[in-house]
């Protein structure tokens, strides 16, 4: 079946980074693309990025520029989102997705489980 | 960017009843590029709807989506117990996707 698994929970400090791991089975890794999307504790969806597994165009929201970077890895159909220099409010539960439809217009028809990412110090 | 506002913040209805929810763009949505997510306490949002009306595969066909512009519509034509969580709006007809705010589904 298709599905997303995502790499385990972390903690970090502020001004670090991290980076978060999606490896999709059950589909045709690079005929869709894959999105990111975070969700900060009791709070709404938002949308931070798009990259197309099939040639590695990215399309960023705006106010993550510079310090978000997705990438994949066709070998082992994962992508990897990595976001640096953290700060507390960059806490949330971090969703990859699957990415239908055509090229940066889509929407997101399977999802992993989520990884939590916590800032403190 | 396109705005996205559902209303209402949340609804309060008991099994068995019909339930709409409202979301609408600060602009017109291109194609109808608009799709609905249902999510759970501690899980994973769910794609229910896309294309503004379109049932995703294994959605139940009591979940059903309309509207085109700037208005769009959720309807559940008759609310079962796993029905009640929060649900989001999401459009895709700019390169820039934005989410509504959600609206929460609670039973009375």
């Known amino acids: 079946q298709v599905q997303l698994v995502q790499s385990g929970a972390e903690v970090k400090k502020p001004g670090a980074s991290v980076k978060v791991s999606c490896k999709a089975s059950?589909?045709?890794?690079?005929?869709?693309?894959i999105s990111w999307v975070r969700q900060a504790p009791g709070q709404g969806l938002e949308w931070m990025g798009w990259i197309s597994a099939y040639n590695g165009n990215t399309n960023y929201a705006q106010k993550l520029q510079g310090r978000v970077t997705m990438t994949t890895d066709t070998s082992t159909s994962t992508a990897y989102m990595e976001l640096r220099s953290l700060r507390s409010d960059d806490t949330a539960v971090y969703y990859c997705?699957?990415?239908?439809?055509?090229?940066?217009?889509?929407?997101?028809?399977?999802w992993g489980k989520g990884t939590t990412v916590t800032v403190s110090s | 960017e396109i705005v996205l506002t559902q209303s209402p913040g949340t609804l309060s209805l008991s099994p068995g009843e019909r339930a709409t929810l409202s979301c609408r763009a600060s602009?017109?949505?291109?194609?109808?590029?608009l799709a609905w997510y249902q999510q759970k306490p501690g899980q994973a949002p769910r794609l229910l709807i896309y294309?503004?009306?379109s049932r995703a595969t294994g959605i139940p066909d009591r979940f059903s989506g309309s509207g085109s512009g700037t208005d769009f519509t959720l309807t559940i034509s008759r609310l079962e117990p796993e029905d009640f969580a929060v649900y989001y709006c999401q459009q895709y007809g700019s390169s820039r996707i934005t989410f509504g705010q959600g609206t929460r589904l609670e039973i009375k």
């Open positions: 294309g503004a009306s």
């Open positions: 997705a699957r990415a239908t439809g055509y090229y940066y217009y889509y929407y997101m028809d399977v």
């Open positions: 602009q017109s949505v291109s194609s109808s590029y």
């Open positions: 059950g589909y045709t890794f690079t005929s869709y693309g």
